[in-house]
């Protein structure tokens, strides 16, 4: 029988600290400001004012995520809003890191737009929603605010990866990005909801205290609950077996959402995996470590070997980034402090190094966002040795060549591995770092061989370029500074890892 | 006399897997969209007799943030597929299928 009425009681709003949720506030409001300004204007504002807003903007969150940085060092982490925002070394990480993301995304959406002549405030202002969602999935402690910050990130990505009306694969990226990524969503929620019937409650730190303390006998619905909120996670991040929307997708967007895409998705959902695996189901992880075992051998070898014959560029990147997130979970898999730091450097770096390569397979792309073949990219080097140079830098930081980032993350989630004894885990992920190799040295031996690629890609881009002060390079200065910003983090943590190891480290203590 | 919570729990288990069938396999996309409603509705109903068996009422509040992301969720989804089905006959997925290797 039922006695449960809930008893009435006097409404008590929480103190709201604002300084704690300041850098989604301010990509909120920003958007906001942004959306009205523009829509003042009959004609609309030119793209240099709205690419500069949204690098304003940016910087401004970065400085507040900066200023939160400051609060966690000197006086260690703490929970605000009634604890549903956790303000921890870990949230502080994703913060910085979203923060420069929409920093840099706008230097790559302004070329493009201009290229291809679209006009509009939507491509500037959609990723700040998402970034401010992504912001909320990692500050969370609380899953109704998971899936909130879950929703409010992928909502306006449903509408940039359709936001190429001419071409009929974009809306079709739409649609296949929408369905897929509702249907994870509900199978999130229903996670959710298993999980607060069978511990009473929906914040995270409460989750784990019940858990701790109590002994569930017969915990079936616990554990069907744990796995559908790691399969909602895992849609997200796009791992085997629930990767197979991200090739149309990342294939059918307009080239420079694909990049943005990848990014700040991965980090989002990255971040409130870990968080929620890590805080919540620590006593767990005899339960979800096998799970994950499987995912990870699944995902690393999948994503290599099925890239190895991809003939279309995004399509290969798309398996690429598959490869790439069963690495990232070996961090998390190896349930140590060490593999936790490991995962949040390698997402870190990783969002750089995609922005970039999407950035610069966009400008290859040609008018029209069409030329997309490895083979077209023949003879590239020789037209356009910058950007060539620079998208092989990318390529083989992401295969884990020394001197750039992705040596020293690739090496530390490995490290973790091993550490952790799960040896063949380690050899596995390596095996397929190697047959990784392959794929990405395949698009630079293509680009610097001789001859022309069939329709190559450049001609039409320097007759759009040719008007800038940088016309030696045949790219306009807003995207060179945007590639240059990722070379130079790609570059500089690759022979001086320190800062960012340190970074990551201290997210990593400071979390509970 | 009332009803056992598990009835109401079983009921939303058959809800959501009713959900999930029918967007494998059914083919028409507004079909699809009511499926993943019905697996929202499926967990709300799951989140309320929790709250009722608990005694505790963060599960009701969850129930309405739900209802916020399925209205914002449609408005979105259905205007992907005006923009994609205006110059097409039919709602169908299987119309759509320009992105394959």
């Known amino acids: ?512 | 006399m009332s009803i056992a919570p598990s009835w109401y729990l079983t009921l939303s288990a058959v809800l959501f897997s009713i959900g999930v069938i029918g967007l494998l396999i059914r083919r028409n996309v507004l079909v699809m969209l009511m499926c993943i409603e019905l697996m929202l509705n499926a967990a709300n109903l799951t989140f309320v007799t929790y709250s009722r068996a608990l005694n505790d009422i963060s599960g009701q509040a969850a129930v309405f943030f739900v209802l916020v992301v399925a209205a914002a969720e449609v408005v979105v989804g259905l205007g992907i597929i005006v923009a994609i089905f205006r110059r097409k006959a039919e709602a169908t997925a299987d119309d759509v299928h320009l992105l394959k290797e």
């Open chain 1, 1 to 512: 029988m039922v006695t449960g009425v809930i008893a009435a009681q006097a409404l008590h709003l929480p103190h709201v600290n604002y300084t704690t949720i300041m850098p989604e506030l301010i990509l909120l409001g920003g958007m906001l400001v942004l959306l009205l300004v523009s829509a003042l204007f009959k004609k609309g504002l030119p793209r240099d004012f709205y690419a500069s807003a949204v690098v304003g903007i940016g910087a401004a969150s970065l400085i507040a995520s900066l200023v939160l940085y400051h609060d966690v060092a000197a006086h260690g982490s703490f929970t605000a809003i009634a604890h549903s925002i956790d303000v921890d070394g870990f949230s502080v990480l994703f913060l910085t890191l979203v923060s420069c993301i929409t920093i840099v995304y706008p230097f790559f959406a302004h070329a493009y737009m201009q290229r291809e002549g679209f006009e509009g405030v939507e491509f500037f202002a959609l990723p700040l929603i998402s970034g401010a969602g992504a912001m909320f999935m990692a500050s969370a402690n609380d899953l109704i605010l998971i899936f909130l910050g879950l929703e409010i990130l992928s909502i306006p990505l449903y509408v940039m990866a359709g936001m190429d009306q001419r071409r009929e694969t974009s809306g079709e990226a739409a649609m296949k990005y929408f369905i897929m990524g509702a249907f994870s969503s509900a199978i999130f929620l229903y996670g959710m909801a298993l999980t607060y019937g069978a511990t009473g409650s929906l914040n995270l730190a409460e989750i784990s205290a019940f858990l701790s303390k109590n002994y569930v006998f017969g915990n079936g619905v616990l554990l069907a609950g744990m796995g559908l909120l790691l399969v909602g996670f895992l849609f997200k991040i796009a791992a085997v077996p629930f990767h197979f929307w991200s090739p149309d997708v990342y294939q059918g967007s307009p080239t420079v959402a694909t990049g943005f895409m990848a990014a700040i998705a991965k980090a989002g959902a990255f971040a409130a995996l870990i968080r929620v695996f890590m805080a919540s189901f620590p006593t767990l992880a005899s339960d979800w470590q096998p799970l994950l075992w499987v995912v990870i051998v699944l995902t690393t070898l999948f994503g290599a070997v099925v890239a190895l014959v991809q003939k279309d560029i995004k399509r290969m990147l798309a398996y690429s980034s598959i490869n790439q997130a069963g690495f990232i979970l070996l961090g998390l898999q190896s349930d140590t402090s060490k593999g936790i730091g490991a995962s949040l450097y390698y997402v870190f770096i990783y969002s750089f190094l995609i922005l970039g390569t999407f950035a610069i397979v966009a400008i290859a792309g040609a008018k029209g966002d069409a030329i997309h073949n490895i083979d077209d990219l023949k003879g590239y080097a020789k037209s356009h040795p910058f950007l060539a140079t620079s998208l092989a830098i990318f390529l083989v930081s992401q295969a884990g060549a020394p001197f750039t980032t992705g040596f020293l993350a690739k090496l530390q989630v490995i490290t973790a591995a091993v550490e952790a004894h799960s040896y063949a885990l380690a050899v596995i992920a390596m095996v397929s770092a190697a047959i990784a190799t392959g794929f990405y040295l395949r698009v630079v031996y293509v680009m610097f061989s001789e001859g022309t690629g069939t329709k190559n890609a450049l001609s039409s881009g320097k007759e759009i370029y040719s008007l800038s002060p940088l016309g030696k390079l045949n790219i306009s200065p807003w995207l060179f500074t945007g590639i240059v910003l990722c070379l130079s983090v790609t570059v500089l943590f690759g022979f001086w890892p320190q800062p960012l190891v340190d970074f990551a480290t201290h997210a990593r203590l400071l979390f509970r």
